[in-house]
């Protein structure tokens, strides 16, 4: 069996000073199959106007190991490598078209939604015996446009559409993310196998926690409408009225992402929040665990969550957690979390107020609940995404007829080329 991979957003994400969780899961997958023999692996990225082509695998090996280091101190390091991969890049449609030749089972696995908006791309993998297998993250762009970018919510139908009509086989990083996909595969004579493989866990090097006069919490993510930072922000607003410099103090950590203009505007001009609560913005992965190590506790108030990493992330450090009562949260920190209302500021308030003192009763329960909680782990995901890509070999992979919510665009052909809807 040959996975083709492909690692498109690592190419444009590397030089971030830190990485979302989509960006994570491409790293992942390109570390566990660039560190496998080389011929069980094609990656490959997409070349604007043209379509795949392949990348050497040392190359990518380079690539992983810069990223890594990057993400992890905060450094430019991926930076150069970037730049080696996208000169080879043009140079890799012959050796796509080569391995597409190749005698034996073939999978194109895509996990970070990237080019499920354009299906031809994907049809033209699948025309020459390619098994595709997505990745799908969450349906939130299509359940809640309110959360997301002017424009998005129709992409990710795109996107869903794509899956729906051309996937193989399906994963997923929660049962709450399969049973919203569930309606878009009911139309399928035979829905594809789905495998729920939850996303693995890591924890980097941490260091000392930061030395804290007055009690912290910590909100961790990119800072948008979903997230629900303006709950807390009131609420420390609140606290500034009633409890003065005698707060506990909140570090919001996260790149600033879009149409929150209501939460810039308490971070950048809200007077009362002045020495109580921290932008960090986005820091490298060690800055991130000594600051929740440190912390009372975690806080996620969002709306809408389709799995969950700071959550795991958090509990794996060993540090408490108070989230949104939201499915993929509960899958995620099963019994250990306490679980609010996003809605319900007086809850969040007492909870809070509680954590934050020194004898703080909820706070020491969390803390004996998690010496039962175990993180999911990326060895145990890919054995089970490993095990259903090789229920895969032998079955042939079949032409099926383009989504019809998706526009067609030309792809250019690598190699002989068959209709995808069976045609000569």
């Known amino acids: 069996m040959q996975v083709i991979l492909d690692i498109s957003r690592l190419l444009t994400v590397a030089r971030r000073p830190a990485p979302t969780g989509i960006d994570r899961v491409e790293l992942a997958y390109a570390r566990h199959w660039a560190f496998q023999s080389a011929d069980r692996t094609t990656f490959v990225a997409e070349l604007p106007l043209v379509g795949f082509a392949a990348l050497p695998i040392a190359?990518?090996?380079?690539?992983v190991q810069a990223i890594e280091a990057s993400w992890a101190s905060g450094t430019a390091s991926a930076a150069a490598v970037v730049r080696r991969a996208r000169l080879a890049l043009p140079f890799g449609r012959s050796a796509l078209a080569e391995a597409l030749r190749r005698p034996g089972h073939k999978i194109f696995l895509l996990v970070s939604h990237r080019a499920l908006e354009r299906p031809a791309l994907i049809a033209a993998l699948r025309r020459q015996g390619c098994h595709f297998v997505p990745l799908i993250h969450d349906l939130i762009p299509m359940q809640h446009p309110e959360f997301a970018r002017a424009g998005q919510a129709e992409k990710h139908r795109r996107r869903i559409a794509t899956t729906a009509a051309l996937a193989d086989a399906i994963v997923v990083n929660s049962a709450a993310t399969g049973k919203e996909l569930g309606p878009w595969l009911a139309a399928r004579a035979t829905e594809p196998p789905l495998v729920v493989a939850p996303l693995g866990v890591e924890l980097p090097q941490v260091e000392e926690p930061p030395v804290a006069i007055r009690p912290y919490f910590v909100a961790l993510g990119t800072i948008e409408p979903r997230k629900n930072h303006l709950l807390l922000l009131n609420l420390w607003r609140h606290l500034a009225g009633t409890h003065g410099a005698a707060a506990p103090r909140l570090v919001v950590v996260g790149r600033r992402g879009w149409e929150n203009?209501?939460?810039?505007?308490?971070?950048?001009?809200?007077?009362?929040?002045?020495?109580?609560?921290?932008?960090?913005?986005?820091l490298p992965d060690r800055e991130v665990a000594s600051l929740l190590r440190g912390a009372r506790a975690l806080l996620l108030p969002s709306f809408a969550e389709g799995f969950g990493l700071p959550l795991g992330e958090a509990l794996a450090l060993g540090v408490p957690a108070i989230v949104s009562d939201l499915p993929a949260l509960r899958e995620v920190g099963r019994g250990v979390p306490d679980y609010l209302d996003p809605l319900d500021g007086a809850a969040w308030r007492s909870a809070v107020l509680d954590y934050a003192r020194p004898d703080s009763l909820a706070r020491r329960a969390q803390l004996a609940r998690l010496g039962q909680w175990r993180a999911p782990s990326w060895d145990e995901h890919f054995r089970q995404v490993e095990g259903m890509l090789d229920s895969l070999v032998g079955r042939p992979a079949g032409p099926r007829p383009l989504p019809a919510i998706a526009s067609r665009p030309r792809v250019p052909a690598i190699g002989v080329q068959r209709r995808e809807d069976g045609g000569a």
Not at 59 to 63: A, I, N
Not at 266 to 278: I, N, P
Request: proline fraction near 0%.
């Open 59 to 63: 190359l990518v090996r380079d690539l």
């Open 261 to 282: 203009e209501n939460v810039l505007d308490m971070l950048e001009r809200c007077a009362a929040l002045d020495g109580l609560v921290r932008e960090a913005g986005a």
